[in-house]
């Protein structure tokens, strides 16, 4: 699966962003579909994903409230709608694909593993200033 990433721009704080991840390929409806961000200096961030739209959906605590994932299927892109955003959030935020992605569970959050997504896009940048 092929991703493309867009979206990312200057944001206020406490305004929104919509970000989009656009599927190539064939299968789009079978993989788990995450967003992960790297902000400078930092690791790597599950901050939702995907895996079944039904009761499947995961976010990050960081995240929980103020974004939402959602997926259109006949559109093959995967939205990431971001809320109430701070300055924290500010990233590149990255679209993640995989077939066989587990769940790790903490006290704080239920998230997919980010070793286990297999397809990645290039990432689009978010900037929140204050």
């Known amino acids: 699966l092929q991703l493309v990433e867009s979206g990312g721009a200057l944001v206020q704080t406490g305004g929104s962003l919509n970000l989009s991840c656009s599927a190539s390929?064939?299968?789009?409806?079978?993989?788990?579909i995450g967003w992960v961000r790297q902000a400078p200096g930092k690791e790597r961030e599950g901050v939702s994903c995907?895996?079944?739209?039904?009761?499947?959906?995961h976010y990050a605590a960081s995240a929980k409230g103020r974004f939402t994932i959602s997926r259109d299927k006949a559109k093959r892109i995967v939205y990431l709608q971001m809320n109430s955003m701070k300055p924290e959030d500010t990233a590149v935020y990255y679209c993640?694909?995989?077939?066989?992605?587990?769940?790790?569970?903490?006290?704080?959050?239920?998230?997919?593993?980010?070793?286990?997504?297999?397809?990645w896009g290039q990432g689009t940048k978010v900037t929140v200033y204050s």
């Open positions: 993640a694909a995989g077939t066989n992605v587990r769940l790790r569970l903490t006290d704080q959050q239920t998230m997919c593993i980010l070793e286990d997504f297999d397809s």
């Open positions: 390929g064939a299968g789009f409806e079978d993989y788990v």
């Open positions: 995907i895996v079944t739209e039904r009761s499947g959906l």
